[in-house]
């Protein structure tokens, strides 16, 4: 990989959830040189706000990430928050627990955004792996984000596929339906379209033994052991799910693809998010045929290259002996 300088790096907003794949998301982002992480906002989803923000300044304090860390909204925009302990740990990283490090910046997550989007006009590429409630806050406030932002990509929804939520709803989307809605019809009115990482796309990358057993040779890695404690914690989750000894890690894909562009082709389509249905709400709806009149908002990830990408998601941590990267 090329050693760039950081004017010449990507610049990433990363806006999540850690959460187990959102802590692999962030590992994968500080190992990369072609990429510059100059803001971490964090949503409050897969744990409380006060977890997901301590984990996001360990983390980041660990990986040596320069980067200003903001604390966003605790609570979805319309209803109470719900949170997935069984699915991600006590605290939100399985089996491993950060010490309280860092602090936030004194910005709030929508704030920061705005900021971000600002400072890189046209060159700010925005990665949400948690719900959208941030996102939703901060288009509040500066209507321009699809204008200024390089591009949004979202982990979340499920296509024509089962949910991991409700029935035939994905966690990101459900956690706060609102504000996905507010992001897709925001991006709706915008050239750019969305990048999206629906179920039906992240469920193909599906860590088995081999890799679980990959990560827990990542000695070197500055936080190698909490992403090994954390994916045993998940496998666990998995496998008293259902799906047998293995897990689905979401996140790192959509991020990987964001700043790659490989791993996975596109298409577009119109999206958007049933609100009031009784016993489909936060349900991302795909007008396949065009019924709507609308113009696609979202790309949509498929065809995904999963062993490609699990293959280059464990050469890329196992990289770091070589050595900390500009994406610091
Ligand atoms: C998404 O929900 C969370 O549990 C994961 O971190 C991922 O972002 C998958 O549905
Ligand atoms: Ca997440």
Redesign the pocket.
Known sequence: MANLTSSTALPVLLD???????AFALAYLACRDDVKTVGVVTTA??VSQDDVLRNALGLTELLGMNAPVARGADAPLVEPLMT?EE??GPHGLGHAVLEECGRPDSRSGAQLWVDLAHQYPGRLVGIV??PLTNLALALREEPELPRLLRRLHV??G?INHRG??GPTS???IA?DPEAAHEVFEAWGKASQRVVLGA?QA?EAVRLDEKHRQAVAQLKDHPVGAVLADALQFYFEFHQADGLGWCA?L??PLVVANAVTGQFAKTRPLAVDVELTGTLTRGQTVGDELGRWGKEPNVDLLCDVDAEGFIEHLLTTLGGWVEGPSSGH
């Open positions: 999540c959830d850690p959460g187990i794949d959102d989803g897969n997935a699915t991600h792996t948690g982990m979340g499920a991991n939520t994905e966690w990101n956690v179920l992240t689905y979401h996140d």
